[in-house]
């Protein structure tokens, strides 16, 4: 596919039941996943729960033991990396030590054979667009480590791939210089219409960068979903559990009708539909929760002044709670304090499956 400039498209990439073993360790354990054409699209999760991994069977390097993979309908399952017309950035950027920025960044254009005349017209495209075409006589040692990083996105880009992979490119930045990546790096990928898959660990990331999402839970996608869907619906306990800084607390509770209790608190859910009464798992994340003159008794275990804000970490019966105040204020040790929950942003999950109720 191509559009009017003659520039290709990305690819819409799908993965049906994905499996891949190393030893007795199953690391993917069948994954599902639709990646639509030119979308930003990030891999999130923990340390170990197979985003690398996924992002080496989409390029290639990797072969799954079960399941298939396609890019705009061609199985590529078995496809070596040379035939997908993918760019792969590494977290260590791997840039050759002993070349100049110039040479690689032009590496993957003399790999595929491009004439020699275009090269250099090729390499200062792609090193402008990143910014780093005053740099192209030095070598990697020379360079910070943005700079760096500026150059393995550049060696990525200057062939115009159909897929995009990206695994944490920006985790040997510093946090402010990390900011400002980011943003250049959602830009970028905006004008260069190419499909992107990008592994972070880091979700404000990918919230802020992704189009969509899949969060990876020990070898499987716990969801798929926008940043705000996952973030303001999560599927499980699990994803609840994982997504927001901090997460959002899970409190033991109970359901009748529509009354929600925790201990002897007990508050009404508007929207929630009529259930079964039973026991609940009840998610409120720290800033729907509020202070006030009677509620939920807690007390006072931590407070974090934020600077901004505060983070009160509070016993309530067995459970630590956390609230985040939207004013700083002074507190006493162990001072006796009640809660009250935003209804309107309170989740319901069934404590058996871990499925959250609509
Ligand atoms: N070549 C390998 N040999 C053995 N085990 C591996 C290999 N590659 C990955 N694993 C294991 O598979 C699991 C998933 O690894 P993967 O690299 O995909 O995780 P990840 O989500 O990218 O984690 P991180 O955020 O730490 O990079 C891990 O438990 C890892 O130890
Ligand atoms: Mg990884």
Not at 27 to 47: K, M
Not at 164 to 175: C, M, Q, V
Request: aromatic content about 6%; glycine content about 8%.
């Amino acid at each position: 596919m191509s559009d009017t400039t003659g520039r290709s498209h990305g690819g819409r990439v799908v993965l049906r039941g994905i499996r891949k073993s190393f030893g007795s360790f199953e690391a993917l354990r069948g994954i599902d996943l639709d990646i639509e054409a030119v979308e930003f699209f990030a891999l999130l999760g923990p340390s170990g729960s197979g985003k690398t991994t996924t992002l080496r069977v989409i390029a290639g390097l990797e072969i799954p033991d079960e399941g298939t993979m396609t890019v705009d309908d061609v199985d590529v399952t078995y496809a070596p990396p040379g035939e997908r017309d993918v760019a792969m950035v590494f977290q260590n950027y791997s840039l050759y030590p002993h070349m100049t920025l110039e040479a690689n960044i032009g590496f993957p254009l003399k790999m595929d054979g491009v004439a020699k005349d275009r090269i250099p017209g090729l390499v200062r495209e792609a090193a402008a667009t990143v910014k780093i075409d005053h740099l192209l006589h030095r070598r990697p040692g020379e360079l910070s480590g943005g700079q760096q990083q500026r150059c393995a996105l550049a060696r990525a880009i200057v062939r115009q791939p159909k897929l995009f992979l990206l695994d944490e490119p920006l985790s040997n930045l510093d946090a402010q210089l990390r900011l400002e990546t980011r943003v250049e790096l959602k830009k970028l990928q905006r004008s260069l219409n190419v499909t992107t898959v990008y592994v972070t660990h880091d979700q404000e990331e990918a919230m802020t960068i992704a189009d969509r999402m899949a969060v990876f839970l020990d070898g499987n996608i716990a969801q798929v979903g926008t940043p705000e869907e996952v973030f303001n619906r999560p599927r499980n306990v699990d994803v609840a559990a994982f997504i927001g800084s901090p997460p959002m607390n899970l409190i033991e509770g109970h359901l009748d009708g529509r009354w929600v209790s925790i201990g002897d608190h007990r508050f009404e859910l508007p929207r929630l539909p009529q259930c079964p009464a039973g026991k609940i798992i009840v998610g409120a994340r720290p800033g729907h929760i509020s202070l006030a003159a009677s509620g939920l008794a807690a007390t006072l275990y931590l407070s974090e002044n934020l600077g901004e804000s505060m983070l009160l970490n509070l016993s309530v019966g067995e459970n630590l709670v956390k609230v985040r105040l939207p004013e700083v204020r002074e507190f006493a040790d162990n001072e006796a304090l009640y809660l009250t929950f935003d209804a309107e942003h309170v989740h319901v999950f069934d404590p058996e499956s871990g499925l959250r109720i609509e």
